[in-house]
């Protein structure tokens, strides 16, 4: 139809149509230009004739103005690769609105109205997986963040929330079985077709509008909420899957049992439904009543899953299923208000996680997650606060920052007011805000209001981005320990000046004879620099601080190595002891890596960590799952962190080295460990889950230390294994070595799961991660195999982010890694941008690598720049990492 066009970049893309080779900036979007939407939608129908090739889609608005914003003479529909059919107004066919840009707009006169509009799509051709695309034969939908403007013309932003009403047509045969949110109200048949009619009671944003359609079946179970509504829970794969799901669905129901007790949260549809799919850009996705899945969240047996898998699939589902909540009930007002529901959401699925296993396991997994990933971002070029004040691709944003550290924030207003006062804080939220599209500063304010907490300084942590540091000076006056806490919080892009933060730390002081302390402590540090004394104490005590990782801040100190060693000993609390165990590995290859030690003080520092990890294999009172955290050595990538400029040649090297000593100096030890765990029958619980753990752990050592004694007994445990836990593990460690035993472990695995695409991933991930000197030419090998494809998420992700995350093979001296991701981003970006972008970021940390390898990858950057056909979510990220 005749719709006039105003020029725009084909695709939406404005690098196509620059005639410049270096592409600019796409577009900022600010914060502070926010302005409400002209226009309310109480009503939303969605028509959608299916077909993998073309899906027509008919939809039908009610719109009125919207009375709390300035008025306007027409109303703005954004799109995205649509094919306008037909568009009336009131029933009346329009011709004469335009299209600018990828907007839909339509003049309005003031009043209600009825605004219809076909559009066809293509789903069958849509390798973004954004909007309605096709998977395996199925269709189904991803919307968030700004997908559904791929479906038809919307105001595609999250304050508009509307009532939807679906309809679904489509042949019978192909797609059995129809899903969209809320609950199914009418089916018929005809012919060939039949169709399904579905009403979503809650008013609701475009992103979380779903529909799937395909052969799929369900396990089906039910659960009876808080006050007796009985809900029907179905989890929907492809037929083999079934099998798979039963975890999926007791995590489900752990779930809505726990949101119930721990924050008077109920479900409020009578029905839930997850499907899993294959290919999917990210984990899960929180759609009314209709989440969907990547399958590796859903998944999962003895037989091809790990603990670790089990725990990934029971967090999901759990955050997920939060989002009801957090997220649905309660959206946000526009994107950059993204933290308000996934920095609330993960605190959520923490606490859930941390209820269903080991509190204190899980609460070092996280803060390892932190510091693995968030605090490299924090100091690098694409550091942002968790409240960002401008973005150019939303899709970017979907970060470590405002997941991670936006939790962090969360659990320090819970530490500092209590868990009751901070409950009273979350029920002032929900009850507040229920049914609206909130700001971070509204959750803000309600806990401020009902958990009675003063958090005006404390809201710089939603404004200033970087990680603050903590340095701790002791002294001691007569019977006062003196603490002089100072902090600083380093700039970051566009931040160059920062004010000091409230920084709430848990502390203790230990009495070094007796081992005790006299009770643990909170102190709140909100000035540049801080004096804190505590009376009574008779001698120096050893201090413990930072507890339970009460803070997300980086402590500065010089502590004696007795210090360390009496606290990886004896803390009580188990993070810290975690922590004094970090804090004096870290000290030492620190110390190895630059250079600057003695032989006598190397040969002492060794000795004590020896020491300290033989405490932690022989102490009977430590489970095995707590044990094998401490037996953790500190990642390369934390180590790259505590130097201004890192070589990862030397990191790499120093951490390989210390493992040998390790080895050899506790080599009747690790065996004897290994002896016992390697006893200990299969099962769920946490004793055996504990043992497997420290099984591979244990394997790790003795492969730097004894390459031949590893072989032998992952060999043993890998043919012997009767879990994919020791599975794995075995294969991981066989992967690293060159030996006969490796190549026969991986065809076996290969020919055993074959055509079982998570555990190939696994195959894929666990070479492309290897510490094989090779590795890298594997990794090239592994490109060709006719099982790697570039069209599936998961399987880009297993090759590459697993090398991406190697660092002896991604920053291998010649640059080739480099390289190599930058030619992966090439060939991604046209196909799947999102995915694509999120390979930017290992090449974005050049400022912080030594010179040499710095310049190769800088290099790679800049080629990457020069592509005159980037997508905007690799531009972005590649502009502000050259920075
Ligand atoms: N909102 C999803 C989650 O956290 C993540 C997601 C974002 C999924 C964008 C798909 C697309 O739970
Ligand atoms: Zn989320």
Known sequence: MDIARTPAAPDGNPYLADAAPQPQQPAEIRRADYRPFPWLVPATRLEFALGIETTRVIATLEVEPNPSADPARSIRLNGDGLTLVDLAVDGQQRTDDTIEGNDLVIALSPGRHEIRIVTDI???????LMGLYASNGMLCTQCEAEGFRRITFFPDRPDV????????????????????????????EDGDNHWAEWHDPWPKPSYLFALVAGNLVARTDRFTTMSGREVTLNVWVREGDLARTEHAMESLKRSMKWDEEAFGREYDLDLFNIVAVSDFNMGAMENKGLNVFNTKYVLADVETATDGDFDAVEGVIAHEYFH????????????????LKEGFTVLRDQLFSQDMGSAPVKRIEDVRILRGVQFPEDSGPLAHSIRPDSYREISNFYTSTIYNKGAEVIRMMRTMAGEERFRRGTD??????????ATCEEFVAAIEDGADLDLRQFRLWYSQAGTPRVTVTQSHEGTAACLTLRQSVPATPGQPDKQPMPIPLRLALFDRDTGAHAGEQLVVLDRAEQDFRFEGVEK????????????PVTIQRTIPREDLVFLAATDDDPFARFEAMQELVTGYLVTEITGNAGDDEREGALADIAGAVDKVLADPALDDLMRGELMMLPSQSYLAEQMEVADPGRIHAARELLKADLGGLLASQLRNAYDRVAGVPFSLDSAAKGARKVKTLVLTYLAASDAELAAELAARQYHGADNMTDR?????????????????????FYNRYRGNALVIDKWFALQAGSLHPQAIEHVKALAEHSDFTLDNPNRVRALYMAFAGNPQAFHAASGEGYRMIADLILALDPRNAQTAARFVPPLGRWRRIEPGRAGLMRGELERLAASPVLSRDTAEQVMRSLG
Do not use: K
């Not at 009532?163 to 009418?186: C, D, K």
């Not at 009801?324 to 993204?338: A, H, P, V």
């Open 122 to 128: 293509m789903p069958a051709r849509n390798s973004q």
């Open 161 to 188: 929330l509307s009532t939807y009403t679906v309809v679904m047509r489509g042949p019978r045969g192909q797609f059995p079985i129809l899903l969209s949110n809320g609950n199914e109200i009418a089916t018929g």
């Open 540 to 551: 120096p005590p050893v201090l413990s601080i930072n507890r339970g990782f009460s803070a």
């Open 428 to 437: 002032t939220y929900f009850t507040r805000h229920d049914g609206e599209a």
């Open 728 to 748: 794995q593990g075995a294969l991981m460690v066989l992967t690293g070595l060159d030996t006969a035993e490796r190549t026969a472990a991986l065809i076996d």
């Open 324 to 339: 009801n909540w957090s997220g649905n009930r309660i959206t946000c007002r526009d994107w950059f208000q993204l933290s």
